[in-house]
């Protein structure tokens, strides 16, 4: 199997690669992984950002969502490599990530919109205990998710499961930027920082929706 500068491969034909079986596996494992934690990081910040009224941690929230469905994608995707073989799944792959990239687009969207109605109404945000333990926990937590993520997406070729750990790894920034934040706007007491975080978040989901689109994560595959 030949790997590129950043970790992709060609895809290798099943029966001449013996740890091709055991990357699916442990995609597997990973993805339900992601599923566990994007449904409690989901239901938490989103929740706490509604009742904070934070859009940053809001945005956060659907981004998780947006990681959920993602990571459901990608189970269907190993499925049907199990079921009917790599080039059944390779047309599967295509499907999933584009429907991903068009998921983040448009998060980005209401993302903007929301940003913009809160500094056009002068809305500051509270804070979420919840929500920022949440923020917190997933900063390490997506980090050696995503690592695992490519690695696995390297041995498979696969560039569905690349865009899904570089979400992974934007969850662990946006993660970080709605930490700082929210701390910020607790000790200035500011209260357009929130929704600037926010603004800020917009282009890390455009340019993972850009990725995941055009099935060329590190730009060079």
Known sequence: ?????????????????????????????LERLTIVWMVVEAAVA????????????????????????????????LTVEIKRGQVFAEAAERRARRAGGALLFALAASVVAG?????????????????????GIAIPAMAWLSRRKL??????GSAALRADAMESLTCGWLSLAVLVGLGAQALVGAWWIDNVTALAIVGLLVKEGREAWSGDPCGCC
């Open 1 to 29: 199997m030949i790997t590129d500068a950043c970790g992709c491969s060609s895809a290798p034909d099943p029966a001449s690669d013996p740890g091709r079986d055991q990357a699916i596996r442990d995609a597997f494992r």
């Open 46 to 77: 989103i929740g706490g950002g509604i009742a904070a009224g934070s859009l940053s941690l809001m945005a956060f929230g659907a981004d998780s969502v947006i990681e959920l469905l993602s990571a459901g994608l990608l189970l269907w995707r």
């Open 115 to 135: 940003a913009a109605w809160g500094l056009w109404m002068h809305r500051a945000a509270g804070l979420s205990g919840p929500g920022l333990a949440v923020t």
């Open 151 to 156: 690695a696995v997406a390297a041995v498979l």
